[in-house]
């Protein structure tokens, strides 16, 4: 017989009242009526819009998706902190959460006295927990701190004894939310450690981050919420790149909408002698689509449309791509390439292509210029234009050469 799922989800469906004042609330007549006036539907949001997932014992699931997408909302309902408003939830096994690491905690109570709580809230009975004890205390790495109360610790030995609870009662399945980015990195370490070793010994984990690194390192399945809802559900990388996808077409959207405008370059970042101007300009895909964030590697072009006031005898048009440091990472003219157009046309469209942009993760500004062959600046744009390079590997620096790695035995021939 297969083993049952050690968590079912079905339908879960979870709303929160909406806490914003709304446009209604403006005079005082609606804001004195409204104590009596009945809650309408749109004052609640639909955070989690029927949910279903299963997770596999033994296995850890990744949630991934964009801020406000109900990963914790999700979380905090496996964990028995919220409820849900529709569907099903069966949980096989005690479960512990790395959430709000000792949200439950007494302020008023010892650190002692708040891992007998804890541990009684997380289903152990007083035995068993004083069986754990120096074991928690030991993993808080406390001292005699923990016969103090737990109003007098700082914010790291908070989170220090609630994570020493959490891991240290047994559970078979973790919950886990971004605490991995909490703490110092000692902490972090042994936030790992401890994750590793729950894997090790076959417990389930379901883990929020948005660490897409450290679900591709840990996960084994990845769901993607989104408008909570999930988008995609599968094994780790697909799931990533149709998230990283997603974000980065939305992202190229706002840059789009957000690139600058011939109307809104200011004076100090043009200049030249007007012989010519350039009036629009734009950067486009392989497919000749207009693009504001590009993946490392893809084809690049950026097109120029000019007009020029007088015949103009020749002309040299060039680009340059800055870093957010202002360190220049390419610049080339057609005169450097060994191409002058003569006797150009009144009005054109000048393109330059790249086969490859082999730049690394960052946003990147473009200059735009028209110059004549012996270098005056006809119309010069300074950050005429601004993209993003997006890379899913973790190399550094400015650019990425095609390259490759071998390895041979000493004195061997290539
Ligand atoms: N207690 C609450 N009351 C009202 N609204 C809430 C509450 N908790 C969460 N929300 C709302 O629910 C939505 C989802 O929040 P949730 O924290 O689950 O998202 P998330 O995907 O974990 O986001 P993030 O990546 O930013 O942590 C957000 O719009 C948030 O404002």
């Not at 959460?97 to 891992?115: C, D, K, Q, W, Y």
């Not at 004076?267 to 300009?281: K, L, P, S, V």
């Not at 005056?376 to 390259?403: K, L, N």
């Amino acid at each position: 017989m297969s083993q049952q799922p050690a968590i079912e989800v079905k339908g879960l469906v979870k709303r929160f009242r909406r806490e914003i004042l709304q446009g209604d609330y403006t005079t005082w007549k609606t804001l004195l009526l409204k104590p009596f006036s009945r809650r309408r539907a749109k004052d609640f949001i639909t955070v989690l819009g029927g949910v279903d997932l299963t997770m596999t014992p033994g296995k850890t699931l990744a949630v991934i998706g964009q801020n406000g997408s109900g990963k914790s909302t999700l979380l905090k309902i496996l964990a028995g902190i919220y409820k849900a408003d529709e569907g099903q939830v069966i949980i096989r096994g005690r479960v512990s959460s790395l959430i709000e690491l000792g949200a439950g905690f007494h302020p008023e109570f010892t650190g002692r006295e708040n891992v007998f709580l804890n541990g009684a809230i997380l289903g152990l009975t007083k035995k068993e927990i004083a069986s754990r004890f120096d074991e928690i205390a030991e993993y808080s790495g406390l001292g005699e701190y923990i016969d103090a109360p737990v109003r007098t610790y700082s914010s790291g030995m908070y989170v220090r004894l609630g994570f020493s609870v959490a891991v240290n009662v047994d559970p078979d399945v973790l919950l886990v939310d971004e605490v991995l980015a909490v703490g110092d990195e000692a902490f972090a370490h042994k936030c790992e450690d401890k994750i590793n070793q729950f894997r090790r010994r076959g417990k389930t984990i379901c883990l929020v981050t948005h660490d897409l690194e450290a679900v591709k390192k840990y996960a084994d399945e990845v769901i993607w919420l989104d408008g909570g809802r999930v988008a995609a559900q599968g094994p780790p990388l697909p799931v990533i790149d149709a998230y990283r996808q997603k974000v980065a077409a939305a992202e190229d959207a706002i840059r789009r909408a957000q690139a600058h405008q011939p109307a809104l370059i200011l004076d100090q970042e043009r200049w030249g002698d007007g012989d010519a101007r350039i009036t629009a300009w734009r950067i486009l895909d392989a497919g000749g689509a207009e693009r504001a964030v590009f993946n490392t590697g893809e084809a690049f072009a950026v097109e120029m449309d000019y007009e020029a006031k007088a015949p103009l005898p020749d002309l040299v048009c060039g680009v340059g791509i800055f870093n957010a440091q202002a360190t220049l990472c390419y610049g080339v003219n057609t005169r450097i390439d060994r191409q002058v157009y003569q006797n150009p046309p009144m009005q054109g469209t000048l393109r330059f292509e790249a086969q490859r942009l082999d730049l690394l993760q960052g946003t990147y500004f473009l200059d735009i210029a028209i110059h004549d062959k012996s270098g005056r600046d006809i119309d010069y744009i300074r950050q005429a234009a601004s993209f993003a390079v997006r890379s899913s590997v973790g190399d550094e620096g400015v650019f990425r050469p095609p390259h490759a790695w071998s390895l041979r035995p000493l004195g061997e021939a290539r």
